[in-house]
C-alpha cells in the first residue's frame, strides 16, 4: 500500500512517523544480510496517481480561468505545456512514490506547513523526483520538486526543511507565474515584435540577431527558480524560523549549494572491471589518440554542473550574497533552539546511501543509458560485489549495443565535451570507440564472468538473457531464458523476456 505523495488533510504525522522508526528500519537493516543482496529500487507508482494527476488537471482549470486578457492565448499554451510536462514525467515514473522514502520528506513539509497557516497547504503537492542534478524546484502551481540527487550533499533534515521553505516561498509568493507572465508580456509586446519582424525581413544573421534580441529574457519551466532567489530565501527563512528546525542550517543549506560543483568522481578501473578470459582486456583501449592525455589525466577535476540535464543551483551567481543575507537573518533571531533532525536521523543516511542507487535506476529507466552506466561504473569501484550493479552494467551495455546497432548510439550516450568533468569524459572516450561487434563481445563477456557469482538474483538472471540474446547462436540464449520464466514465473521483467521470446 502507498501513501499519497500529498495528503490535502494532513493527518498527525509524529504518530505515523514513529510506527515507521520502530517498525520498519530493522527490517531495511535486515534485508541488507539476507541471502539477496540485489538492491531493490524504490517504486515510481502509487495508487494515488490518478488523484495526483487530477490535482493538476484541476489546478489547470483554475489558472486558465483566472488568466488577464492579454496573450491571453499565449499564457494558456504555456500553463498547459507545463502542466502536460509534469503529467509525463509522472507517468514515465520520474517521482518516487515509496514508503521507504516519501513520507520522511513529507513529515518535513508538514511539520512547515503546520507552523504557517498563512500558506494554502491544500495546494502544496512535494514530489521525490530520481534526477542526479542537486537541485529543487517550484512548478509554480503548487507542485514542489525535490531531486534526491541533492540528498547526498546535504548534512541533516533542517537542510532539506530550508530548502523545501525556499520553494514554498516561491510558490506563495506567485514567482513562478510572475515569470511566466513577464516572458510572455515581453515577447508579445509590440516592440518586440516590432523589432523581430524587422530582423526576419533582413538578408542575413537571422537566427543570431533574434537569439541576441532575445538574450536574457528566455524563458524555461525548470529555470523560473531563479527569479527573485533572495526574495524566496528571505520569505522562506521566515516559514523555516517558525519550525522546530535548526536556524543556522538555512546557512548552512546555502553554503553546501555553493560548493556543489567541487564533488568528485572517483577513477575508474577499466582493466579489472572489463576483464574477461573470453574477450581479454587490451590496455590500447585506454591509450586512444586525440584523447589530450584524456585517459592519463588526474580525475580530480570537479565535475562540471554542464553534466546534469537541469541547471544546478550553483549556477546562481549571487550565491555569497544570499548566504550573508541569510546569516543576517539569523542573528537577528538571536536565539537558535531548534534540532538538526526532528526525524530518525538513521533514516536520513540510510537514504542518502540508497540515492546513487536510484539515480542509477531512474537514468536506466528514462533512456539515459551512457549517464546510467557511468554511475554504475562509478559504483562499482567500491562495491565490486554488488548484484544490483554489476546486473546493471549489463543492463545498460545491453541497450547502448541495441542504439548503436541502429546507428543512434547518440540518443542514448553523450559524446566527449571540454564542459564534463575529466572522469566523464574519460569514461564517454572509452564507450564510444568500440565497433559493434566488440561492444557486443565487452557485454557477453562481462555477463559470463559473473554468472556463477549472481545466478540467484533476479536482476542478473534477466541481464544474462539479454547478454546472451546478443549472440542468437549461443544456446545458452534459450536456456538463460527459460530460468528465468522457471525460476521468476511472475517475476519483474516477465514482458520484457516474453516478448523477447517471440
Ligand atoms: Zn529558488
Redesign the pocket.
Known sequence: MQKPICQANPGPSWSRLLIWGICFLPQLTGAQNSVDPAYQPANTLAETLPETLSKINTRLEADLAALPKPNKKFLAKEYKERADSLKSELLQGSFLMDDRWNPWFQNILEEILRHNPDVAARDITLLLSRYESPNARCVGEGTLVFNIGLLPFLENESQVAFILC??LA?YHNNHGNQALHQYINTLYSPEMQKQLKEISRGTYNKTERALELMKGMAYNGRRH??FK?SE?DSLGFVFFSRTGYQLKEAVGALQILDSIDKSHWPRIPYDSLFQSKGFPFQNSWLEQKGLGGGFSTQATQPSSSTEFNEDSLKTHPDCPERIKLTQAQVEALGKDTGKAFLQDETQFHTMQQKTPYELVEGLYQTGHYGRSLFRALVMLTKKRDDAYLNAMVVKNLYEICQYQRNHRMRHVVDLPDPEYSAEYNRFLKFINQFRTSEFQQLTYHFYLERWEKYKHTEDFMFAAVLATSLKPENPDFQSRLDEYLTTYPKGKYLDHIKAMKD
Do not use: F, G, L
Open positions: 525556499h520553494e516561491h527558480s531563479r532567489e524566496a
